[in-house]
């Protein structure tokens, strides 16, 4: 079947000399692997620069159910990031999430609430002057939701949250898992924001660092057998 759909790339590994397998979340079928022959060469018609981490594409593939190899007809970047490929900033935020999605995404049917919050998400990251200081931590909050673990807002003297259990409680749980003032309060802040108010919220970068790391606790809790997340040491170098 062959059919149009958008596409968020996620990664690339090598498949032969000049060819690679591409893994993207697609609009219309989840997550996909796709075999592009030849994407290595200089002349290629779906090039190896287009299949970068977190490209949002427009694609038409050939899809059948049973493969677990599918194909590429026509992929153009769209939209075009006018932004992300020349800003430090936004470029480590972007592979530190692209670690993060590959990592948590196990979909193989469509999921378009999904899609649309990470498509719009990364879009909205490239228009932007210049990306919020705390941007990647909303972005993993909202994620949550998406995923199935986010929490419900506090309510009045729930002061602590425990990651484990995701909710916001009175007292503090038995096990370690926990998150107490401030950084309760910032994850409140930052999970009842809209991602144009992100800017304003105002977090020290001890704490942001802190708070990065209870949220990667957090997802590691939640997601099974997500493993060992490695770029957000990159990202907490380029952000101080």
Not at 40 to 53: E, N, T, Y
């Amino acid at each position: 079947m062959l059919a149009k759909t958008r596409g968020i790339v996620l990664r690339s590994t090598d498949y032969s000399e000049s060819s690679v397998v591409v893994q993207i979340f697609t609009e219309k079928f989840g997550l996909q692997s796709y075999l592009v022959n030849g994407a290595r060469k200089p002349k290629a018609k779906i090039g190896i620069m287009l299949l970068q981490p977190l490209f949002l594409l427009d694609m038409v593939v050939y899809y059948t159910e049973r493969n677990t190899l599918q194909r590429i007809a026509e992929a153009r970047q769209q939209p075009h990031f006018q932004s992300i490929p020349y800003d430090i900033h936004k470029n480590a935020a972007l592979l530190f999430l692209n670690e993060m999605l590959c990592k948590s995404l196990r979909l193989q049917t469509a999921d378009e609430p999904l899609f649309n919050y990470v498509y719009n998400a990364v879009a909205w990251l490239d228009s932007t002057e210049k990306m919020p200081p705390n941007f990647h931590l909303y972005f993993l909050i909202r994620l949550s939701r998406f995923l199935g673990f986010s929490p419900a807002a506090p309510k009045p003297g729930q002061i602590f949250f425990d990651l484990k259990d995701g909710v916001f409680c009175r007292s503090a749980p038995t096990h370690p898992f926990v998150l107490q003032a401030p950084h309760t309060d910032y994850f409140a802040e930052l999970l009842r924001c809209s991602v144009e108010h992100v800017a304003a919220v105002s977090i020290p970068l001890a704490d942001r660092r802190f708070l990065l790391q209870k949220i990667i606790d957090f997802y590691q809790l939640h997601v099974d057998n997500m493993g060992e997340i490695k770029s957000h040491a990159v990202l907490e170098e380029v952000l101080a």
